[in-house]
């Protein structure tokens, strides 16, 4: 299963995602999130207990559910955003008011920028280098 905490699967191939795992990185007060490329070893495990997620072109918020250690939470698009903004809390909680807008249309927004992502960054891709200190919450 999970390891203690939160994982937030990303695109370990786009510069958009790898800056959005850095914004989150910066803003995390708790410090137990971790991160995996959805290329990695643990996503691939995630994808085998999940195999709904097979197609999801999204970030992916898994973590244990609260009353049942051996079972997990599983949100893409527009909800793991959200999820994200809850985790980071102080003024991102104000993402959280996006819940009063219809879940399609949240998505169809996500999946819009999705889309697009590997054009929104400046010069391309980017490749993610965590600081030592950060290297220990990424998994393989």
């Known amino acids: 299963m999970n390891p203690a905490g939160p994982v ?23 410090r137990d999130l971790r991160f995996a ?6 996503a691939r495990d995630v994808l085998v207990r999940h195999p ?6 999204s970030i992916v918020w898994v973590e244990a559910t ?3 250690a051996r ?21 991102w909680r104000l ?7 219809p879940g399609p249309l949240r998505d169809a927004v ?6 697009h992502r590997h054009r ?3 010069g391309g891709p980017e490749c993610l280098v965590p600081t030592p200190e950060q290297r220990t919450r990424f998994l393989s």
């Open 8 to 30: 937030l699967l990303y695109d370990g191939t786009c510069g958009f995602c790898a800056q959005s795992v850095q914004f989150v990185l910066k803003h995390d007060r708790k």
């Open 37 to 42: 490329p959805l290329q990695g070893v643990f």
């Open 52 to 57: 709904e997620l097979a197609d999801v072109d």
């Open 66 to 68: 609260p009353d049942d």
């Open 71 to 91: 079972r997990e939470t599983v949100l893409t698009q527009s909800a793991a955003a959200i999820r994200i903004a809850a985790y980071l809390g102080g003024r």
């Open 95 to 101: 993402v959280m008011l996006a819940k009063l807008v």
């Open 110 to 115: 996500y999946r819009l920028v999705a889309k």
């Open 120 to 122: 929104l960054t400046r």
